[in-house]
Antibody, heavy 121, light 106 residues
């Protein structure tokens, strides 16, 4: 099970940290991912992190502004979001990866229910 | 970056119809292609991984095929619970999703 939290209303230029609490599997054995969905739009991959936390990927749209991290002792995934823009408004999902490392050919399952981030003045 | 496209963007079909959705990648991704179903207000659900492998618990009316740059998701006999939006995803280089195909009732 994956449970996201930390969403809310933030002003443009502000910061927010999302959390995803994992249970029911060996958290440290799997890479993890963040995916977002703007209202009425499709899915956009945001970021991925390997099981050990040593490797990370970011979408170009968030590179340099967002930081993915994980605390395997707490079974928790994080997304630190800085310099937020209106276009970052979305429902943010965390999703478990099928493997430990960030290799090709993996997939996301399961997904959490999401936490809503609204960037507006 | 690898660009993903899907066709059609939407379709109307009846219960019992055979439905095919196509996903194309801008470059060769071998079989690093997954399919997800998303119902309104719900999180996406994995249907097919590695282009053609059926996820456990997913009905056998769903199937996937393809490799390289062209892939298809087929629903052999559409059921009422299948009306949803379907997304393809590549995991060859970083990750990325197609724009989605909405399947609704004719």
């Amino acid at each position: 099970q994956l449970l996201e939290s930390g969403g809310g209303l933030v002003q443009p230029g502000g910061s927010l940290r999302l959390s995803c609490a994992a249970s029911g599997f060996t958290f440290s054995s799997y890479a993890m991912n963040w995916v977002r969905q703007a209202p009425g739009k499709g899915l956009e991959w945001v970021s991925s992190i390997s099981g050990g936390g040593g490797d990370t990927y970011y979408a170009d749209s968030v590179k340099g502004r967002f930081t993915i991290s994980r605390d395997n002792s707490k079974n928790t995934l994080y997304l630190q979001m800085n310099s937020l823009r209106a276009e970052d408004t979305a429902l943010y999902y965390c999703a478990k990866d099928s493997i430990f490392s960030l290799n090709r050919g993996d997939w996301f399952d399961p997904w959490g229910q999401g936490t809503l981030v609204t960037v507006s003045s | 970056d690898i660009q993903m496209t899907q066709s059609p963007s939407s379709l109307s079909a009846s219960v019992g119809d055979r439905v095919t959705i196509t996903c194309r990648a801008s470059q060769n991704i071998d079989t690093s292609l997954n399919w997800y179903q998303q119902k309104s207000g719900k999180a996406p659900k994995l249907l097919i991984y590695a282009a053609s492998s059926l996820q456990s618990g997913v009905p056998s009316r769903f199937s996937g095929s393809g490799s390289g740059t062209e892939f298809t998701l087929t629903i052999s006999s559409l059921q009422p619970e299948d009306f949803a939006t379907y997304y393809c995803q590549q995991t060859s280089r970083t990750r990325g999703f197609g724009p989605g195909t909405k399947v609704d009732i004719k």
